[in-house]
């Protein structure tokens, strides 16, 4: 299996966040965010480098396909501001013969269901602002953490899924978790 692809969630408008996550995870085939993108939301503090129409412009350049499941804090006027779709609660993408499901995370549960039931072979989501790996049955729950207001013990994070398995990095670059496909 050869590609990666970028996860992130929980952009919250912090446009140093985004170009970290580029960083880190190089070149990929396609990027998945699981909500959030560009407004901080009512009950979250202003992130650090706050500039949601500079987040929108650089997501805009991204030379691969970006991915995005709309998240509470995601309006309509975000999504204008986006030349990819910000407007689907479930993304489904197929990527290196593996089914990708992604939500922003809100309801877990019916999450959870609904990815047990496709046989999906990733469910991402976000919306907690905790990162964590989680497998069921066949399906490997990913929640890459948030990008720019972390909460927990972990720091701002994002993923990375390539041929060998998925891994939530910081934004400097430092392992918190691989997950390989198969135990």
């Not at 070149?27 to 480098?49: F, Q």
């Not at 987040?55 to 998240?71: C, D, R, T, W, Y």
């Not at 993304?91 to 089914?99: C, Q, S």
């Amino acid at each position: 299996m050869e590609g990666r692809l970028g996860i992130i969630s929980d952009t919250h408008g912090n446009l140093r966040a985004w170009q970290a996550a580029l960083k880190i995870w190089g070149r990929v085939d396609m990027i998945l965010h699981a909500g959030d993108v560009l407004y901080h939301g009512p009950k979250n503090p202003l992130p650090e480098e706050y500039g949601p129409r500079e987040l929108a412009e650089a997501m805009n350049a991204s030379p691969v396909p970006l991915f995005f499941a709309q998240g509470n804090c995601d309006a309509e006027e975000d999504a204008r501001m986006l030349r990819w779709p910000l407007d689907a609660r479930t993304v489904t993408v197929w990527w290196r013969d593996m089914l990708v499901l992604m939500r922003h995370g809100e309801n877990f549960s019916a999450f959870r269901d609904l990815a047990l039931r496709c046989g999906a072979r990733l469910a991402v989501s976000g919306h907690t602002h905790v990162g964590s790996v989680v497998r069921e049955e066949g399906t490997i729950f990913l929640n890459p953490g948030s990008a720019s207001l972390p909460k927990g013990r972990d720091p701002a994070s994002c993923a990375i899924a390539d041929g060998e398995g998925i891994s939530i990095l910081t934004l400097e670059g430092t392992l918190l978790h691989r997950e390989p496909w198969n135990l």
